[in-house]
């Protein structure tokens, strides 16, 4: 039955095959398809099971503490988690104090946000090296907040003893610190919501796969990589995307640390195109250069990039990167305050750092409203930015981690730092960096960096007064390196994908120009219709067979094919759905060059005309026998004149545009003689009426390769079953093959395969099964053909509900009217 | 060397292939690939071209009329056209003056609405039987405007001599006109716009497709499909978000003619939950119905619906429908002037209408901003009712109607109209299907139903003045019926695709209760979202032989399956870009028991270990040679735990969840006594410093059927190399099979072949050609793995580029963190 051979002809396999053709019912009835049954009961006892188990499951999964606590190894570990800890911590102090300059906000709270969102993560967190902190990007959202919502004039009064206007920068930071906390509430509530809800969903999900059907098995079994594990937004972020929205906030961020490099007052601006207004008043104000704060932050930069990029080549010998940044800080203050250089040349500088907890704060609920999408911004940015670390963290190290966990745990560090009056933080991505190549292994490291932070927050702070901010700004503007060199992206991205391309260059300039909330909208929004392009750019392709095997591919891109007699074979190689549905439709016409709806109301009109001027032929044939020829002249003149006004329509809708022939209808040669012989008198026309010759169609069947067909929607299926019967009105086939089996499911349960719509029995395992299969009948067919009745099978009725069925192709139902009939 | 056969066994053929196993560059080079070319100058010309030939080709294509009137034979239509448009005409009046109620205007609007839009379109549409005019659902959106920007009670003022409360009626509904054609504009605009900018874009991807890559010619040939053929928004409605929404807005037109059948006055809401307090109100307001105006409201519903259902039983007998909205208008026009009823019962009636032919007005473009969301709602509802009947129309009749021309023309007609204070229109559903079945042929039936409300609107208007308000409510709400009648749609859908249930029931609620232009974008969002979910949700599924043929089917599914020793056949159906990349990588994982990165880590982890226990054991070797036993138990129990706390982070990650197995880390067998005789003094470990055997891998060759792959991103590149790299290290063979043409050429353009990333050679034509392929190259290297260094193939590199190559998985690059770095 099977032959299965390896010849060794010309050092290669060879493929021998040897079995019969199957459609998809036969190969199910020969190979015992099971019906996969879901054990109903078992699933809906799991969900209300509430066991110790399943409680120490939930703890073990909510405080990964617990996993991970018991198995240290204090010996092994600990002097490395402290050690990188350690130096890491006093990487954290100098960037959280900066990065609240970003964030208009006095240096103290970025020991806060360096500090209290650590506790939570410390029992949370799943990622071992991880430390949470500040991050620019995030900080420069939560700035144009403040900004918006405790502008600068707002506190400001006219000093008349000074003769000048006074800000009250006091009572202003302390605004500023409530706002960012309430800031940082909501975005905490919608990154503890995110999980909780996805978490729901699953609970649901397994409830209604008790019904044991495709969607909620799926819904069930898949909701866990869908919502669970990925969390629900996150995932829409394509890498070209985050890349694009990266680049433009580090551009944003270079544009405003550089009035704290140059030491210049301008004004704050917020908004779209903020940031051009912006740099007009840097470069506007640049002769008011403060040359002191130049000179500072130069030699900072060039200090930095110079140890970096030494311990960047010796890093292999060095045991922990060198805190550089620390000791710049602590360079600069013993230079600036002792020499008294702030007063002297006017430089801004950190002030006065108050020492302390700070006292907790309430959110103030009611600004909320003008936030929440900065916070929905906020939020998906710092989970995105966290995963990719904590993903990058968990490959490295062979880890798992659980994207819905580190969500919760970044959710709640927000939460408790909120009322401490930090600003939203994510990972501080250097201090993670720093923990991990120090040879950090557990949260320990964290616990390590937090008390560097607490020391510094408790004594040290008060040190930093005369620190001037330009240096700060040195700080920031170095590590911006990395991202302004990926604007080089969009080259390297045109070369490998166009459209990933465009969603960079789209993300970046709403980014850039609009503001960062607008951005990642646009940009996510961007990327998703993107997806939904490339669904409808697919091209459906002829395909013909490649002489000598069983093989069909596209005759434009391989010569030696041959195609076969009477059948046409087309792919389509996107998911069929409502987005494409009508293009496909007119992708097959357009590659079989034959449209069933139109030939069959050319066909019905042509008949029509027929049966008219037979009566019209009768009548003259009564009163006058020898006029027959002249009326069958005209007849036939009228007949072409039919095709051509559709052929007119078509050059009229702009398919004249493309290169290919237009479609052409084909005209059917009623021979003068064979209508001439026609027994007139059967009243209304019967399928039998009018003998058609099944030559002059082009191809007896249809195949529709749907390999590529991943899912298909009920729009889909409609127009497949559409499709079907109007083919089936010409005495066309219309095989499909390959089709998928998730895609088989989807047909049955759409009703494709119900009520006379399409035979299971046209579906096929292959295109060569499908066409061996199709020669085969046809060659049945061509044989028993003069036997039977040629027209039975080829003829159609003028019946109206039939016609309308085939008619109805319009996308919309004709119901959509119901709304105003 | 192929043998083709159809051998009539069972009656059934047979397939008979003997051919050798290809995979894709010997395949190719056998069968000649052409890389395709396109013609550069000849496209660059093609643009240039401004020929008469191409003037006319462009005014043909914006004024169909030109194409159709001189073939027009009035002969044989023009009375058909006559008598169907004269016919519609009288529905087009009282239905204008209707939906001139739901959209809060004065009756006139309604006239003006049902003329002015009908002269361009005579001129600029391509449905040859379809009649503008207006819409319930975009009156009642219309209404919600004018209710917000011009409420009530800017205009009413405490008259003293009434001691009552006065609106100045007069003056508020010329307001709401300007409002009313400002909005008009705006949505004319906006419809004028789509179209040209797609224009725009298929000019720029005609100019682009002269480098003649794969994506500008996509662009150039596809976007005539994609953009210019359906316009740009539009095809992304699917049919359950147009029924849905169409359900909740018939729904919520209901309720808002309410308040005209039951004559009582409620307070106009708008904004979300609008729906709501208005039928609290309603059924508040019940006592205080008016009699008068509920007596003449069912009167005429019951007249017209049986009227209805009797022509809908005879409609086969009757020339043209009944006119039947017309006879009732005049009928109680009749009844109640003469008899004074509106002031004996307080009815409130249509009032004075203006006679003849409005001002001309300039839009307010200051109230453009506020309108904008409606606008857009507007301008695609519109184009879609348009679209759909057009297509209807079109399908029936057999012409083509270009749907951007279709949108350009209803641009047109609304632009003109909002110059005389219009609200927006698109088609009127039951005046083109009265026209349709009264047989009328072209545009002159719409010209007719133009005389007919232009000798309203001079003439008779004045005489409709006593028309009771409850009566045209009435005629809304009949109508309606149809689409309450929709309500039942979830219960089909669910049962036909969960899916589409979810779209329709989202939508619905959206629009019901939120509010219309609400309704829009979340249906319009969540459709595109479930999209992207079903990719989500796709199952990859294993494949195995199907006995005795070249058949590979999931195991679960059939029973008669054999899997081939040594080679693991995943297949996966959904397109493989961001949002399933990593899923995609997940399942693969799943699917076949093994994480070549985790794998890779613990082997470096067990080879450090052995390299440090082996180092301990020289010292105790030199120390004590008696020892040796002992240390390689304690080595042996330490390696058992290593792969015990990675189980563990299985567990904690919630995949316990997951019914299948645990992914099982394959324990790799390396030999006591091998260990013992390795060459200790070898220094750092070297490619070859640990031989491992071959067998314990489960497989040796991992394929995977992309069949169902139909487009992919530079994320699915990415994540696919990284496979192919991780897998190569441990010695597994990837195989891709059944990969589409077009995957091919994304894979190819993103880079997949360069630089030793994935071998060309490793994708086949077929699963069954590389399990041949597979089994062929097993076969040979088995019998050469002797002679060979068994090493060589089969060890890796500690070497730390190489490994942070394989570690480097998450969805983010490491380079996310330039921005903070």
Chains 1, 2 share one sequence.
Not at 446 to 451: E, F, G
Not at 583 to 609: N, S
């Amino acid at each position: 039955m099977f032959q299965y051979a390896v010849a060794m002809h010309q050092d290669r396999p060879r493929c021998v095959i040897d079995r019969p053709v199957f459609n998809l019912p036969e190969f199910d009835r020969e190979y015992d398809k099971r019906r996969r049954q879901f054990p109903v009961g078992e699933k809906v006892k799991k969900i209300f099971r509430c066991s110790g188990q399943r409680l120490k499951g939930l703890l073990l999964r909510h405080l990964p503490i617990l996993s991970w606590l018991p198995k240290y190894k204090p010996k092994e570990n600990l002097l490395c988690d402290v050690i990188s800890g350690v130096s890491a911590g006093t990487i954290q102090v100098p960037q959280g104090m900066a990065f609240a300059l970003l964030a208009n906000l006095p240096p103290v709270n970025g020991l806060y946000s360096s500090f209290f969102p650590l506790i939570p993560y410390f029992f949370m967190g799943t990622a071992h090296q991880m430390v949470p902190g500040t991050f620019a990007v995030l900080s420069i959202m939560v700035g144009i907040v403040c900004l918006q919502l405790a502008p600068e004039s707002d506190f400001s009064h006219f000093n008349a003893t000074l003769n000048a206007t006074v800000v009250d920068t006091e009572r202003m930071d302390d605004v500023r610190l409530g706002i960012s906390g309430t800031l940082a509430c909501l975005t905490a509530i919608i990154q503890v919501l995110a999980p909780l809800t996805s978490h729901c969903f699953k609970d649901i999900g397994d409830a209604a796969s008790s019904k044991s059907d495709t969607f909620t098995n799926l819904m069930s079994t898949q909701i866990g990589l869908g919502f669970m594990q990925f969390g629900f937004v996150a995932i829409y972020l394509s890498e070209s995307f985050v890349r694009g929205f990266m680049t433009a906030a580090g551009l944003q961020i270079l544009i405003s640390v550089l009035k704290y490099i140059f030491g210049i007052k301008v004004p704050p601006y917020s908004g779209p195109l903020a940031v051009v207004y912006t740099l007009k008043d840097i470069l506007a104000g640049l002769p008011d250069t403060n040359i002191a704060s130049l000179v500072f932050a130069l030699v900072s930069s060039v200090v930095l990039i110079a140890v970096k990029e030494l311990s960047e080549h010796y890093r292999h010998r060095l045991p922990f990167p060198i805190p550089m940044e620390i000791v710049i800080v602590v360079v600069a203050t013993a230079v600036s305050g002792p020499l008294h250089l702030p007063e002297m040349y006017h430089m801004d500088i950190v002030g006065y750092i108050p020492l302390g907890f700070p006292t907790p704060i309430l959110p103030t609920v009611s600004q909320w409203e003008d936030m929440l999408s900065t916070a929905f911004s906020l939020a998906i940015v710092g989970y995105v930015i966290n995963l990719a670390m904590a993903r990058t963290l968990a490959a490295k190290h062979g880890y798992d981690v659980n994207p819905n966990q580190e969500m919760l745990a970044l959710g709640c560090s927000n939460f408790l730092g909120s009322f401490f009056k930090i600003h939203v933080i994510c990972c501080a991505l250097s201090v993670t960096l720093a923990v991990d190549s120090a040879g950090g292994k557990s949260q320990f490291a964290s616990l390590c960096v937090m008390l560097v932070v607490m020391v510094t927050m408790l004594a040290l702070g008060a040190y930093l007064k005369p620190l001037p901010k330009s240096v700060l700004g040195a700080l920031i503007a170095v590590n911006l390196k990395n991202t302004l060199l990926q604007l080089t992206d969009p080259y390297y991205l045109w070369k490998k994908s166009k459209w990933d391309c465009c969603v960079w260059v789209v993300t970046f300039l709403a980014t850039f120009f609009l503001s960062l909330p607008y951005g990642v909208a646009i940009g996510v929004g961007f990327s998703i219709l993107v997806v939904i392009f490339k669904t409808q750019f697919r091209n459906g392709s002829e395909m013909v067979q490649i002489i000598d095997t069983d093989i069909y591919k596209n005759p434009k891109m391989y010569t030696k094919v041959m195609s076969i007699t009477g059948v046409k074979v087309v792919n389509y190689c996107s998911p069929l759905y409502f987005a494409n549905a009508e293009i496909f439709r007119q992708r097959v016409i357009k590659k079989t060059g034959l449209d069933p709806g139109k030939l069959i109301l050319a066909r019905r009109k042509f008949l029509e005309k027929e049966l008219k001027e037979k009566t019209k032929m009768e009548k003259k044939d009564k009163e006058a026998r020898q006029r027959k020829p002249s009326s069958l002249v005209t007849m036939k003149v009228q007949t072409i004149s039919q095709l051509e006004l559709q052929n007119d329509f078509d050059l009229s809708d702009g398919s004249a545009n493309t290169p290919e022939p237009p479609t052409n209808y084909v005209n059917f040669h009623c021979s003068d003689i064979e209508l001439g012989e026609q027994a007139p008198d059967q009243g209304p026309p019967s399928p039998s009426a009018v003998t058609l010759d099944p030559q002059p169609m082009p191809f007896h069947t249809l195949i529709l390769d749907l390999a590529g067909v991943c899912f298909i929607d009920l729009m889909g299926i409609k127009v497949l079953t559409k499709m079907n019967s109007s083919y089936a009105l010409l005495g066309i086939k219309l095989y499909m093959a390959n089709v998928q089996a998730q895609v088989y499911e989807e047909l049955e349960a759409g009703g494709a395969f119900d009520d006379g719509n399409i035979a299971r029995g046209n579906l096929f395992l292959s295109v060569h099964d499908a066409i061996l299969f199709a020669q085969h009948t046809s060659a049945e067919r061509r044989s028993s053909l003069k036997a039977e009745t040629a027209g039975q099978e080829l003829a159609f009725n003028i019946n109206e509900a039939n016609l309308e069925q085939v008619c109805n192709y319009s996308s919309l139902p004709i119901q959509a009217d119901a709304a105003q009939r």
